[in-house]
């Protein structure tokens, strides 16, 4: 129902009940009189339904308000309109936030609201499970005073959330969790926890298995390339067809060899490392090094090798795990790279970060190989694969170190016209 209020129509009433006192105060000689009793009963009629109005909103606990006729009752008939209104809106409002309530306890993983200050504000039941955190009990604390692991703390500091934090769980050492953390409506963060202990296991299995597998294959395969190469050196001169034949079993022994020794190596960069212990790592000379030791390989194909070393700057890290994967990118640029090609090696200070790149004129990478180079044993051609050795480890051992060392790897690539794989270091030392 539609009321418009009209100021002049107020104002004709009141001037109505003037005049109709003023009349009937002349007819009975009280003009003056009458008047000021008109006057204040309508001021009494007013101040009594204010009274009633105050009353009922504060007082009263119906929902109905006081009954009425007149302006007063148009005015009450308002309030009860805006309050059935409300009620509505709550109402809606309620079963929305019962929906998302429910969508968020049926999730598999544990979830919190958080503040832009980190202060927690709204948190599932699975958050009790996992990481120990009741709401509303704990509402309003904040989360890294709740969870006190130095891998999470340094995870706030750093504000890098678009990769994955993993603690123990605070409630029980058994739970390994992967935590997540994402901008969500209006300055607020949400908090995902997801238990990954089987995934942990399983990782830690199939390193183990590969480990041991690959440490028991050493000793077999150090006994036959022992055998081959004494058949090989005996004094009897041997058939030709049986000199082919030890001859491959010879390349196929050092094959296996090397391959043994990637997996090995894997094992150990697959393992999360702390750089507490890190050192100055004098990186120039660490290049240097490299180059004079894969002269070797590039004696067949003559390669053209362009060095570019800027000698004052170095990194912090390990030194065998970086020296294995700047080996890495060098073997395949000559692995790779056909006979008097072109590889430019260059360590140098760009873009605020201390970059190492290896970059060739080979026959470049096609454009859907580049983003699984870094998988497990992906060869883009496991033919030429199998001649030049390569075992599908290598770039594997590169991620896994520059994951320790808090670099990243960038592959470009055209096809036909060659290929460049640079690791950039986010902090410099100066030598």
Known sequence: ??????????????????????????????????????????????????????????QSKSLSPPESSGIWGRIYDGLYRLIRQNRKKQKSLNEKIRRFRDGAEALPDAALVLSSDLAILWGNKKA?????????GDM???????????????YLEEGKF???????????????????MMPYGVEQILLLAR????????????????????HELKTPLTVVRGYVEMIQTTEHALDPHWKKAFLTMEDQVSRMDRLVEQLLVL????????????????MPKLISALIEDATWLNENKQHTIEIEIDEHFGVKGIETE???????????????TEPKGKIKVSWQYSDGKMTFSVQDNGPGIKPEHVNRLTERFYRIDKSRSRDTGGSGL?????????????????????WGKGSEFAISFQEKVVL
């Not at 890294?144 to 340094?154: A, G, S, V, W």
């Not at 123990?168 to 390994?176: C, G, I, Q, R």
């Not at 238990?195 to 690959?214: C, G, P, Q, T």
């Not at 290598?394 to 055209?414: D, F, M, P, R, Y």
Request: charged content about 20%; aromatic content about 10%.
């Open 1 to 58: 129902m539609y009321f418009r209020l009209s100021i002049r129509k107020l104002f004709y009433r009141l001037v109505l009940w003037l005049l109709c006192s003023a009349v009937v105060g002349y007819f009975l000689g009280f003009l003056w009189p009458v008047i000021a009793t008109t006057c204040l009963s309508l001021l009494v009629w007013h101040y009594r339904h204010l009274y009633q109005l105050v009353k009922w909103l504060w």
């Open 322 to 336: 970086l020296k294995s994967a700047c080996s890495n990118l060098l073997s395949n640029a000559i692995s790779y």
């Open 128 to 136: 009790q499970h996992i990481l120990g955190i009741h709401w509303p």
């Open 267 to 282: 094992s150990k960069v697959e393992i999360k490392r702390e750089l507490d212990n890190s050192q100055t790592v004098n």
């Open 162 to 180: 678009s990769a994955p934090c993993q603690i123990t769980s605070p409630v029980n050492n058994d739970l390994k969790i992967e935590l997540r």
């Open 195 to 214: 238990d990954i202990s089987k995934i942990h296991k399983l990782e830690e299995m199939r390193r183990d298995f590969v480990a041991n597998v690959s």
């Open 140 to 154: 309003g604390l904040r989360i890294d005073n709740l969870i006190r692991f130095p891998e999470f703390t340094q």
């Open 394 to 414: 290598g770039l594997a051992i590169v991620k896994h170190v520059l994951q320790h060392h808090n670099a990243e790897l960038t592959i470009k690539s055209e």
